[in-house]
């Protein structure tokens, strides 16, 4: 039998990122049990911290694809398994047209495509991978500090084809500006790819995964553990990109997640 839908806590972590639309995050209070309780949303492990208000909260990521309507999460306490139920709001998305002179950008020869193929399953494992440890904040500083261009969530032509959403946020910011991690952390891939360029990923613990895209050039290595505030890269416009800009992912759960949210900018 489904518990009530979950309602709002009231810590700093919940009135700071609780936007649960699609593409966004919902942050539901689960008590104060001197143990944190596990939860897990389709399947996948969700992040669990304490709030400023001192309850546990869970910290949700909701994909894009998500209807509104009610979801549920499962949840295992210290007085067994229950079930908690919260509500998706709608958001829509607005279009974005990319003109592009690199045509293999678009459409990809076989050979780029197979690279393309394998980039994607070693970040496919990033994304999934968990860590027992929590993350030493969830609420992040700013990688860099810039315009905000391209948003989250956009729907994206380029040379008139549609492709995937868009599932980060872009900074427009000068080649060579040095990006930042925004928590704690360890890299979990250094790498040149074919429509990223230059990517780090960092793993910040309990399936809370950022990825920095298009950079000029790396500050870190593979397994190395990086504190909050540490130079990771330099901004670039390596890969997909029609000028210098930083492209920032976040992942919670196995689900891309509207940076804006982390950034203090969303927009309804």
């Known amino acids: 039998m489904l518990a009530p839908v979950a309602g709002q806590a009231e810590g ?30 389709l399947k996948n492990k969700v992040l669990v911290v304490r709030d400023s208000d001192g309850q546990w909260v869970a910290v949700v990521g909701i994909a ?14 210290g007085q067994g398994a229950r079930e908690l139920g919260f509500n998706v709001a709608a958001k829509k998305y607005r279009e974005q047209h990319i003109a592009l002179k690199n045509k293999n950008m678009v459409n990809p020869d076989p050979e ?5 193929e394998r980039e994607y399953l070693a ?10 440890s929590a993350p030493s904040n969830v ?7 810039g315009r905000l261009s391209s948003p989250f969530g956009l729907r994206r032509f380029f040379n008139g084809e549609e492709r995937s959403p ?24 250094v790498d040149d790819y074919f429509f990223n360029g230059n990517t780090v990923f960092v793993d910040h613990g309990q399936g809370f995964i950022t990825m920095y895209c298009h950079l000029s050039a790396f500050n870190v290595k593979l397994g190395q553990h990086v504190r909050r ?11 997909r990109a029609t000028g210098p800009h930083l ?18 900018a969303f927009k309804p």
Not at 123 to 132: C, E, L
């Open 12 to 41: 700093l972590i919940s009135q700071s990122l609780n936007h649960p639309v699609p593409g966004g995050v919902a942050v539901l209070a689960l008590g104060r049990d001197a143990v944190a309780p596990r939860a897990v949303y």
């Open 123 to 132: 970040q496919t494992h990033a994304y999934g991978s968990y860590r027992d």
């Open 112 to 116: 780029q495509l197979k690279r393309f």
């Open 139 to 145: 609420l992040l500083d700013l990688p860099v500090h």
């Open 229 to 239: 505030g540490d130079v990771i890269g330099y901004v670039g416009s390596t890969g």
């Open 247 to 264: 492209h920032w992912t976040i992942s919670l759960n196995n689900t891309r997640v509207d940076p804006a949210i982390f950034a203090q």
């Open 64 to 77: 894009l694809k998500t209807a509104a309507g009610r979801q549920v999460l499962q949840l295992r306490t």
């Open 166 to 189: 868009h599932s980060g946020l872009d900074f427009a910011v000068p080649r060579g500006t040095p990006v930042k991690a925004p928590a704690d952390g360890v890299i979990t891939i």
